[in-house]
């Protein structure tokens, strides 16, 4: 016998109720997608109500373990051997997958389950028949209920049965896809990535909207943006990325309105700008990278000024998290090393000296009418948007030469 399938669990989405059949459903076609794309074509995913089973029908099951470990929706997943539901099949599947799981165990104990209540041997006794018979064809194995080395599960179904020895976490959280679109305000620092993996986990899709100030910023600042993108397709699938021309509306704030009050009047903007690109593109909310006190304009006053402008929900999945744990979760996913390139974004030109941490509304209200016509300035950033399409795997020389395309 040998390790044939790969049982994966449900967690959260187990909840859903009467919701899980169209959870399970994107999850399974997440799933689908991911081994196509890495080239696991043989690969067979199955559903029931509260698991997923994937033949490996001759696929490498290292490779589709590595795919697995990033997919949103997915609790935890176990390497395991299909037997059918006869008490002799399952007790020869529980040895080989014991000893295959690992061949130097000391210690072990079996976990059984019976899904299929028609199964006529219930789970305790079942533990014993299992057990006994590892012990009787085995020397030097002892049970240990508390910390075996190996745990066999044995989960009964009707007419088959899945025997596994480990279990490996998996992302956690909801298929991306399940909880409607988000467009991700992605600054290209090292927060606003992780708000959107940490959204997508949520399972949200996301879209981004990059505000560019060329010649303040260079080409390689909105590069820097596309390759960040292109790391958070492995979670999330294809991402499109809106990158808004924001020079002409930067210098006017720069022109009209006080120093200490430009961060503000920026910020106001942009979520305006935000808003009109997410209703174009059936999105529904704004996602930040933004955590409560990090600068000026991150503080509760400020943040309250600046929604003023916007009815659209804003999501701030960073909010109470400290820098080091955005830190740590960018080394995991391998976006740090990208968000601090040395190239300045429109975030960091035109940076005041003095920025208002407690900014009021009737004073910004009362500066920004010195700007002329917003929704004018407003109308032509957005119509000018330039849209990029990010796919998954995309190799980083395709995403230059898409880049370059644009010029």
Not at 207 to 235: C, I, M, W
Request: glycine share 6%.
């Amino acid at each position: 016998m040998e390790y044939d399938h790969i049982l994966i669990r449900y967690g959260e989405m187990s909840l859903k109720g009467k919701n899980r059949s169209k959870f399970s459903q994107i999850l399974k076609n997440n799933i689908k997608v991911l081994l196509k794309l890495n080239g696991c074509t043989k690969a067979i995913v199955n559903r029931t109500k509260d698991r997923m089973f994937i033949d490996l029908n001759g696929d490498d099951h290292e490779k589709i373990s590595e795919i697995l470990k990033d997919v949103f929706g997915i609790q935890s997943f176990s390497l395991a051997m299909k037997v059918t539901s006869e008490l002799e099949e399952i007790q020869k599947g529980a040895l080989s997958a014991l000893q295959e799981a690992n061949p130097h165990a000391k210690t072990f104990k079996v976990t059984a389950k019976r899904p299929d209540k028609s199964f006529p041997i219930r789970s305790q006794e079942l533990n014993h028949l299992i057990g006994g018979y590892i012990l009787k064809n085995t020397e030097g194995l002892t049970v240990d209920v508390h910390n075996p080395d190996v745990n066999v599960r044995v989960e009964v179904r009707t007419s088959m049965t899945f025997i596994t020895c480990k279990t490996v976490k998996g992302a956690g959280g909801f298929p991306v896809g399940s909880n409607g679109k988000v467009m991700l305000m992605l600054s290209g620092g090292i927060d606003s990535p992780v708000a959107g993996y940490m959204t997508m986990k949520r399972g949200v899709k996301i879209e981004a909207v990059h505000f560019h100030s060329p010649p303040f910023t260079n080409e390689r600042a909105k590069q820097k943006v596309l390759d960040l993108a292109g790391k958070l397709t492995k979670y999330g699938g294809r991402i499109r990325v809106h990158i808004v021309p924001f020079t002409e509306i930067q210098q006017e704030i720069h022109k009209a309105i006080p120093s200490s009050y430009t961060m503000t009047a920026m910020r106001r903007m942009m979520l305006r700008i935000a808003e009109q690109i997410a209703v174009k593109n059936n999105a529904l909310a704004i996602a930040t990278g933004e955590s409560l006190g990090q600068v000026a304009s991150q503080t509760i006053e400020s943040m309250n000024t600046i929604n003023e402008v916007t009815n659209y929900p804003i999501i701030r999945p960073l909010i109470a998290m400290d820098k080091l744990e955005i830190i740590d979760i960018a080394h995991a996913i391998d976006t740090y090393d990208i968000s601090i390139r040395p190239y300045e974004d429109c975030c960091t030109i035109f940076l005041p000296s003095d920025p208002k941490t407690k900014p009021k509304k009737d004073r910004i209200n009362y500066y920004e009418t010195k700007l002329g016509n917003i929704d004018e300035l407003i109308e032509a950033a957005v119509t000018n948007v330039e849209t990029i399409d990010i796919e998954r795997n995309t190799r980083k020389h395709e995403i230059e030469k898409q880049f370059e395309d644009l010029f």
